[in-house]
């Protein structure tokens, strides 16, 4: 790798490193190449994405950065799992180190903050965007449907109330 490409890759890994809601850094050794192609498919499935970076390169990517404190995670055969959304890449690593002991959680940073093993399992139960999208949705429309059938239920007591008047005048 030339000189040119080592400027550009760590171009990439610092504006991964600005860019994205969550970072997650983890140790890989022993993982198949088919292994971490599903890793990545995970990982793309929710917006995230994986990527694999000499450790030097990423330390000096993350010079100035406000998650400028992982640089201590990198060590060894590492692998960044990031997203824009700041629970995501969280959740996949953290379920897939589940089912795979070869990947192990080192730490990662939200934003400013430098997370620990623990922090980035802690982040993984959060609710991610879109579940707290839906959760809103749902609050704003439940009244909204207890009106329409507040509204509706007098109609229908009306109606039965002159369905049976109407019977008993009839009769």
Do not use: W
Not at 5 to 27: M, T
Request: aromatic share 2%.
């Amino acid at each position: 790798m030339d000189r040119a490409q080592k400027e550009k890759v760590v171009e990439e890994l610092g504006q991964i490193f600005e860019s994205s809601g969550v970072v997650v850094v983890a140790h890989y050794a022993g993982i198949t190449v088919a292994e971490m192609q599903d890793l990545r498919a995970k990982m793309s499935e929710v917006g995230g994405s994986v990527r694999v970076a000499k450790n030097r390169l990423a330390k000096i990517a993350l010079e100035g950065k406000p998650c400028e404190s992982i640089g201590e995670y990198l060590t060894g055969m590492t692998v960044l799992g990031y997203s824009e959304d700041p629970v995501a890449a969280a959740k996949v690593a953290v379920e897939y180190a589940k089912s795979n002991p070869k990947l192990q959680i080192l730490g990662g940073s939200m934003g400013e903050n430098a997370l620990d093993p623990a922090g980035v399992v802690a982040v993984s139960k959060m609710p991610s965007r879109d579940e707290l999208i839906a959760s809103i949705v749902g609050c704003i429309g439940a009244p909204a449907s207890n009106i329409a059938g507040a509204i509706g239920a007098p109609a229908s007591n009306i109606a039965g109330i002159l369905s049976e008047v109407e019977d008993k005048a009839a009769a």
